[in-house]
């Protein structure tokens, strides 16, 4: 695979850019993730650049009763209690960190940074491009996503056909959009599906 790294510190970069763009507004706005405001979304992408060692870990798991989805949804609300303005410094200071968390790899940091990019542009109004070779790593990693996120169980036994870049995964009947509509949708984002066309779109509202 090609390294990531550098993605992964645009990708941070360009979200800082926007960061700054934002009214007090836009950043207390409810974001894709339900229990995220705009600033909480920020507040998770700044702690994953930080050191987290195995005892913070299992201290903080302990807490949110081993429950891994519920840690980082109280994580990114302390951490989205931050000032704006420190948040966004810390985004753009720490962009090129190449820390993985416990249990991650510099692709899911690339993945998390993108799709939860989406979650703040989405509904806020304020689409922007993904650079195809960044959206395709991203894709390609995201499909194959099962434990805790569940994104391969979503998506079996349809094909995903993007319509703007060279991608396609699966089989079954078609799913076809955006490249960045189909990312969404295989994260669970309801509101893609309507963006999206074809046989197996019902497959996937089911679930």
């Given at each position: 695979m090609a390294d990531v790294w550098p993605e992964i510190a645009a990708s941070r970069t360009e979200l800082a850019d926007l960061c700054e763009s934002l009214t007090p507004e836009q950043w207390d706005a409810q974001s894709l993730c339900d229990d995220w405001k705009v600033r909480d979304v920020v507040g998770h992408l700044v702690e994953s650049t930080e050191k987290l060692g195995f005892g913070s870990l299992f201290v903080g798991m302990a807490k949110n009763g081993f429950n891994i989805n519920k840690l980082l949804g109280n994580n990114g609300k302390e951490w989205g209690k931050k000032p704006t303005e420190e948040l966004t410094k810390e985004l753009r200071t720490n962009a090129g960190s190449q820390i993985t968390p416990p249990f991650t790899k510099p692709i899911d940091?690339?993945?998390?940074?993108?799709?939860?990019?989406?979650?703040?542009?989405?509904?806020?109004?304020?689409?922007?491009?993904?650079?195809?070779?960044?959206?395709?790593?991203?894709?390609?990693?995201?499909?194959?996503v099962n434990p805790i996120l569940g994104n391969k169980k979503r998506i079996a036994g349809v094909q995903l056909?993007?319509?703007?870049?060279?991608?396609?995964?699966?089989?079954?009947?078609?799913?076809?959009?955006?490249?960045?509509?189909?990312?969404?949708?295989?994260?669970?984002?309801?509101?893609?599906?309507?963006?999206?066309?074809g046989d197996g779109v019902a497959t996937l509202r089911a679930r």
């Open positions: 940091l690339l993945n998390d940074v993108v799709s939860h990019t989406q979650d703040i542009r989405r509904p806020l109004g304020l689409p922007s491009a993904i650079p195809g070779a960044r959206l395709r790593l991203v894709l390609d990693h995201a499909a194959a056909v993007a319509t703007d870049i060279d991608w396609k995964h699966g089989e079954g009947p078609e799913v076809r959009g955006t490249g960045e509509a189909l990312l969404m949708a295989i994260g669970g984002r309801k509101v893609a599906l309507d963006e999206l066309t």
